[in-house]
């Protein structure tokens, strides 16, 4: 019993009753899907299957799709997800509705100024950026940065030829990994990198420190238990994204952004240049817009003088 700490009756009390009560916060919704007949794993109080995660997001979807089937429920924390399968309710989703039922994602964590970044922006906020971007992903453009591909293409044909003459296995993530990095980092900002031959450059570093997630870390796990948190975070000025990585990006981004609007004559292909000139396009319309607003008004003044002139006022 002397193992048993002292306590008096009352801070038993509050010790036993703050136990139930985070045991409910952490279980209170862990009943829907089976409310719904919704399949699932059974959900751990307060973790929910966030522990799963352990084993590999993939796995554990592999394993959920063996034996639950094309849909199945699943909590991380108390929040729960559905996860379909099922390739017409996939499109529904993501295309026939996605404009005006499925706007918002899962809010998860603290987001800094990646906020505004369009698969995480909620609302009226996505939509209009949304409508911003869209012009730079129309089927002609895409077709425009197909010559960057093929060029990484060559290249990542010769980096497997010269890993199949030494005749040692190989990681076949790692190489599609550093092409699909060089790919989207020439296609985004029209900056030439090499990931596999140089993997110390400043855009591969940074790049895969942003895209580096454990659902283990700390600040995620607190974020994933305990969402109220966020709101706090945020105040701090804490997020989820390293703040150095970010940093180099923002920078990154508006001196290429200023080189390019100094340096108009040299032709470029990329979606940071398109996104420019569609900017450029819309300034233009609007002040096209807002001079043929002017002379409107102008025109509604003119005729109110004559007016009052014929009437002699």
């Known amino acids: 019993m002397e193992l048993i700490p002292s306590f008096s009756v009352e801070t038993w009390v509050l010790l036993a009753t703050s136990l139930v009560l985070l ?25 929910g299957n966030i522990l799963s995660y352990r084993k590999g997001i993939c796995e554990f979807d592999e394993e959920c799709f063996k034996k639950y089937g094309k849909m199945w429920g699943i909590f991380e924390g108390k929040y ?6 099922d390739p017409d309710v996939i499109k529904t989703v993501l295309v026939k509705e996605c404009y005006s039922v499925f706007t918002n994602r899962k809010i998860f964590g603290p987001l800094g100024i990646m906020k ?17 971007l869209s012009p730079t992903f129309t089927s002609g453009k895409l077709k425009e940065m197909f010559p960057i591909i093929r060029q990484y293409g060559d290249v990542l044909v010769r980096n497997l030829r010269k890993e199949a003459e030494k005749g040692t296995s190989i990681d076949i993530k790692k190489v599609f990994g550093g092409y699909s990095m060089d790919v989207i980092t ?21 790049a895969k420190r942003l895209l580096r ?46 080189s390019r609007l100094k340096d108009i004559q040299k032709p470029r292909v990329d979606f940071l240049q398109l996104m420019i000139n569609s900017q450029n396009s819309k300034e233009t319309d609007n002040h096209k817009g807002n001079q043929g607003e002017l002379g409107r008004h102008r025109a509604v003044l003119k005729m109110c003088r004559k007016i009052s002139r014929q009437m002699g006022i």
Do not use: C, M
């Open 116 to 132: 505004n970044a369009v698969s995480v922006a909620e609302d009226e906020q996505w939509k209009r950026i949304r409508t911003l």
């Open 213 to 258: 997630f454990d659902i283990l870390d700390p600040l995620l796990f607190s974020v994933a238990l305990f969402p109220f948190l966020i709101p706090i975070f945020e105040v701090l000025n804490i997020s989820i994204f390293p703040k150095s990585a970010v940093n180099f990006f923002t920078t990154s981004v508006k001196k290429i952004k200023e």
């Open 186 to 206: 020439s296609t985004s900002f029209g900056v030439n990198i090499d990931s596999l031959g140089n993997p110390q450059d400043p855009f591969v570093e940074n």
């Open 80 to 85: 729960p997800l559905l996860v379909i399968t």
């Open 23 to 47: 045991y409910l916060y952490g279980t209170y919704s862990h009943g829907l899907f089976k409310k719904l007949g919704v399949p699932g794993p059974r959900p751990l109080p307060l973790f």
